[in-house]
């Protein structure tokens, strides 16, 4: 398979403009320069472009839910990237940027924004810089600025750097944090397409959705629809981590099983041990038991439901069976523990209890009242906080508990 | 005739020469059971500090309102109690007081307790009005307040508060 | 007109206008929904997520737009999956709300959980104990042990100053931001923070001097647990065991409706005194807040005369016999006294053919009789503020100016030096005439129109000249508009004194000065007058001092400079022999032929065509429904002229 996203894997410095302008480099955005703006949208609804980021929403919906009786209107562009096990969007920008920009200013000029920014992740500032001369390469090149291609269309790409919040990835949060305020989500609703950045209406889409919108224009929903399944269509990229000989990206079309991600091209399990659970989303996931049936299971947003996790944003972690579950859950409460932002009472509170209560269990001080506590605790923040984080915090604590009753016998 | 009288005094008799219950007081004073609820005593650690923080829940809690509490601040050049707070002025009106104990049981760090005097008297009602002087208990090495301590060393009001739960 | 939408609560109906939140919705039918972090006055933010309940709304079809129905003929409700905060959705009609439902208490329930975690078990030594929030709803939804481990307690610093007034507890506070909040929307003063995040969430202040805000001591009021507490108050008394009474703040002619806590102390040797100072709720005037001054009123003059040294008897005979004989006594009094007070002596005045004048460093008080309340201004209205820094003037004036311009008015701010309100102001100028041509321009715009200024007569007549319809001066006292209303002659210096005999009646400055001017003063006051005796002893005056009693011992009326009339009444009993102003003046009167009355009531019902009972007259759709210390308004929100 030609890669989709991971181009640079095909051809070498295609982070290069020249090398990116002589692979057919903007012809989406050209394209769709001389598209109206509505069919621009209609098409990347066509080909059932979902997010990448983790919820999984159509882009091409999310765009149409713009309100146009408010403006300006932005698009912002989620380099947040902090999901442990996540390091896709990294790999887009730093070795096919120019595909990434065309994104954002396709989908820019679909909603009609004429400023778009990329925020990215405190620790990414030597990608942020990197980005900036990128930017200055496709303005200089006729991509960027005032009437662009001889249209009447004009656009601006910025980028902005967090300060190291995994909240910041939350899309209300995010925009929080680039009006310059602390990165708390807000209430919801209104939600960004009718009131976002500045109270305007906004789309933010992750890096490698709108990586994903160039091929899709120039080689129409049809195209795109060529790889995937019906729900699911299109590649991911599937950051591969944990306990695999091989880990890393891999661009593979949605619907590829776990077996032929893990064994085919992750390698397999190292040291001869045998797979135990599978964290399809990061740190954020259910663990799924490995057996036959996940593993035959098609990575898609319909399928991973049916054995009890989350596509999420494809960051699969492996977990063999020298990993004690009662340890991992340790690790994961203490990444949300320390990345809770603190605006609701129960993420807050609810973290720092569920950490001490994993602490307690993992060193063997812990009783069987612990563990029911535990699962007691992580009931009472579901459905109860005021964003995902709290939430998805809960989920591994809740799998792992009731999966893997093993792991927690005391 | 003299049998009926001889029965009938059997229990006058009998009287006689059992022992008498009768305890000669003030002599003789009988000991009063554990739980006895006579004048009230503010009690001390054994570091000379005050229990009482001055919270006036023994106030809020008597049911003859017979407490008055006026809380005052510690430092630590002049400290009182452990904590931020005493109880600078501490007054029992020792006539209106039902003597119920339910101060005791409202105290949270243990300082009003009942204790075994019962023999309370008194020649004015102001005289009734027990201060803090008539009640602080004064320790056998002598240790009083206030004291001049070592800053952060008593910050908490309950020094060694421990888990409710294992009461 | 906003319509009114009628939704169903626990089972309950109610009406209520479009754009209420549900908890406030609740609240009128009686139903309380614990809230932590909302308060009416704020936008909701939902972050202590306390107020979970049930919410269901009608389901529509979404390509008819018509409601859907249950086979027996009643709207479909739908459901929502999870639980959601009551104060972040407004209401919608149709809408149903379960706050008592199992999946709803439990969820109440759970968060308070939550919040106990780490919270420190410091009831006995915290002063919010008994007025808290926190305990009142942890009686109502809390269990009665808790499942956390003691020793894994987070703790943090006590004790922190956060300015000279106001302390902060970071282990006590509960993060819901009330405070922060009502800084940056309702002061628009952002001076207190968040930092770090999570479970290290604490707040802090962002100025320097910490905490810089004239309206501080309000944050200790709506916080709901004991993390914000006033230095003055800390550790004086437990809320239970103080009485409260109605009174009115002296210290600017705002005229905030204030409650006074008093207690009978050891430590002042069984007098009752007065312990604190809260706000009382009164939407025309203060709504829920009262400033830092009035807050922290200094309420212990221990040097005060408590009796005229002569004895009552002499002193009387004396001031009626020296003012008799006498050409051409005056009658000089400022703005610190009561109504009751001023009619008393207005009254001798005039039977005796006197002068009776009013000192005011501020003029025009004859030309603020006629215009009336600064009002709940908004767009559409401009408004004028000359020669005033309101912030120290009259700080609420100069929140509800700010408010306004919330609301969208227009404000002119012309001021010599610069002041906290030209941030909020579309036009700022640093003189007067420049300003009164703006306001001129802005008021040939606006509809309603206010001016309040601070200045000499001309300055007063220049702006009556724009036809404002409220003309409100912002007076050195209290009451300085009462006397307006009685018609005392205003005076801005105290040449007229020279070599006469007065009565003077006010603040022991007032009785000072006249005493280096005048022959022979008879000096009413209930302030220190030990400066005033030296100074007649110097200058060789003679003077009889007759104490009055204070503010915070009487029963009377005040004028506010919005000629709002407001009651007070007395909350300590009157200190050794003092006698209240209007009956010293009576029983002067007496003396000199002239009866006067001697009771607050039968006084105050001469000058204004009202009686006790019509300032005593609550507004019931006033209460104040969630949040907060600020004590409910039972005792009246006054008549406004």
Known sequence: MDYMLLRHRDINNINQIDTFLKEDGFEGFKKALKMETVDVTNEVKAAGLRGRGGAGFPAGVKWSFMDNNNWPHYVVANADESEPGTFKDREIMESNPFQFLEGIAIASYAVGANAAYVYLRGEFWEVAHFLDEKIEEMEKAGFLGENIQGSEYSLKIYTHLGAGAYICGEETALLESMEGKRGQPRVRPPFPPSEGLYNKPTVVNNVETLSSVPYIIKNGAEGYRKFGTEKSPGTKIFSLSGNVNNPGNYELPLGTTFRELIFTHGGGIPDGKSIKAIMPAGASSSLIVANDEALDTAMDYESVPNVGGDLGSASVIVVDDSVSLDWLITKTMDFFHHESCGKCTPCREGSYWMKKLTERIHSGEGTEKDVELLKDVAYQIQGKTLCALGEFSTMAVVTSIERFPEDFKI | ?167 | MTKDITLTIDGKEVSVPAGTLIPDAAKKIGIDIPVFCYHPKMEPVGMCRQCLVEIGRPAFDRTTGEAVLEEDGSPKINWGWKLETSCTNPVSEGMVVNTKSEKAVKGQNEMLEFQLLSHPLDCPVCDKGGECLLQDLTLAHGGTESRFNFDEKRHAEKKVALSDLIWLDRERCIQCGRCVRFQSEIVGEAVLGFEARGSHTQIMTTSEPGFDSAFSGNTTDICPVGALTTAQFRFGARPWEMEATASVCTECPVGCNTVLNTRRDVKTGGKVVVKRVMPRQNESVNETWICDKGRFTDFSADSRLTAPSIGWTDAIASAAQNLSAADEPIFVVDGSLPNEDLFNIKSLADEVGAKAYCYSEVGGGELTTKSGTYGKSGAGDAILVIGSDLYVDAPIFWLRAKQAVDRGATLIVATEEETRLDNFASTVVRDFAQGLEAAKEAFSKAENTVILYKGDDALAQSCADLNPTSLVGVWNDANTQGAWEMGYEAISDLDVLKGKTVYVAGKSALVASALEVAKFVVAQTAEDVQIAVSITEASGSKCVTLPSRNISESLGTFTSAERRVQLFHPAVPAEGDTLPGFVITAQVAEKMGVTLDIEAEDIFANFFDLSYADLSKTNPEEKLLIGGNCYENTQGVGVQL
Do not use: W
């Not at chain 2, 109880?87 to 101060?103: F, H, Q």
């Open chain 2, 1 to 167: 005739m003299l049998v009926e009288l001889l029965r009938g005094l059997k229990t006058t008799f009998k009287m006689m020469l059992d022992k008498p219950v009768t305890i000669q007081y003030p002599e003789q004073k009988r000991e009063v059971r554990p739980r006895y609820r006579g004048k009230h005593e503010l009690k001390r650690y054994d570091n000379g500090l005050e229990k009482c923080i001055g919270c006036a829940l023994c106030a809020a809690a008597c049911p003859a309102d017979a407490i008055f509490v006026e809380a005052g601040e510690n430092t630590d050049e002049v400290r009182f109690s452990p904590g931020d707070r005493y109880a600078s002025t501490y007054e029992i009106n020792l006539l209106r007081c039902i003597y119920c104990g339910y101060c005791e049981d409202a105290c949270p760090t243990g300082a009003i307790e009942l204790e075994h005097e019962y023999d309370i008297n008194f020649s004015s009602r102001l005289d009734a009005i027990a201060d803090k002087d008539k009640m602080l208990v004064s320790l056998a090495n002598d240790l009083s307040t206030p004291q001049e301590t070592k800053p952060g060393t008593f910050t908490r009001s309950i020094p060694d508060m421990e888990n409710p739960a294992d009461y």
